[in-house]
């Protein structure tokens, strides 16, 4: 099956830092990449839909001016997280929708999101 | 928007069969799919359905009806290493394309 890959896995910043987090197809091209946002015990919430090429679509209440996405290639994707908070503590997951492809979308292993 | 529920947990012992239910309510529905869950990992996909009917796929089926709103996944000879979140995704036509609205996971503890 195709492969997506995330970096970091883990990570630890201070209140008010930035972090990126990345996120690629490694053996397929993706034309569109989502990000989703997980907490604990709770499902998988859309964050954000990047097309390559183009400016990412937020779902309502997702800040973009904090979140901010960026699909330059047909296989990388980042997020960066501006002025984090400690409620932005979570588990972060993109996943890749393969050009050309019907129906699948394969997800990221995950980034853990930890703001002290 | 779109309502997906489905039960919190379920146990189930080894070797036995499980259903896991889901039901939805949305707009634009463009297919129903499952997916597994272990702790701290990113989800895997297991089935999808578009049309009404049977999927099935070794151990794992997965059954939709569009009319009632209603999909099931049924895990058969359960294994130890089935234990996980079990959860149920519904792709609706959106503004951001194809997006998937997941609900929040049943939680499937298969016990010895």
């Known amino acids: 099956g195709a492969v997506v890959s995330q970096h970091p896995s883990r990570v630890i910043c201070k209140s008010g830092t930035s972090v990126k987090i990345e996120c690629r197809s490694l053996?397929?091209?993706?034309?569109?990449m989502f990000w989703y946002r997980q907490f604990p015990k709770q499902s998988l919430m859309l964050m954000a839909t990047?097309?390559?090429?183009?400016?990412?679509?937020?779902e309502q209440g997702v800040e973009k001016d904090k979140f901010l996405i960026n699909h330059a290639s047909l296989t990388l994707s980042t997020l960066t997280v501006t002025s984090a908070h400690p409620e932005d503590s979570s588990f972060y997951i993109c996943?890749?929708?393969?050009?050309?492809?019907?129906?699948?979308?394969?997800f990221g292993p995950g980034t853990r999101l930890t703001v002290t | 928007g779109q309502n997906i529920d489905q039960p919190t947990e379920m146990t189930a012992t080894e070797g036995a069969i499980v259903q896991i239910n889901c039901t939805y309510q949305?707009?634009?529905?463009?297919?129903l799919f499952w997916y597994q869950q272990h702790a701290g990992e990113a989800p895997t996909f297991l089935s999808y359905?578009?049309?009404?009917g049977l999927e099935e796929k070794g151990r794992f089926s997965s059954f939709l009806s569009r009319s009632k709103g209603y999909s099931y996944l049924l895990l058969k000879e359960l294994q130890m290493k089935d234990s996980a979140s079990y959860l149920c995704?519904?792709?609706?036509?959106?503004?951001?394309?194809?997006?998937?609205?997941f609900g929040k996971g049943t939680s499937l503890l298969v016990t010895p």
């Open positions: 996943s890749g929708a393969p050009l050309g492809g019907n129906y699948e979308q394969y």
């Open positions: 053996d397929f091209q993706a034309t569109t």
């Open positions: 990047s097309n390559e090429g183009s400016k990412a679509t937020y």
């Open positions: 949305t707009s634009g529905f463009n297919g």
């Open positions: 359905n578009v049309l009404d």
């Open positions: 995704a519904v792709r609706q036509r959106g503004n951001s394309g194809y997006a998937l609205n």
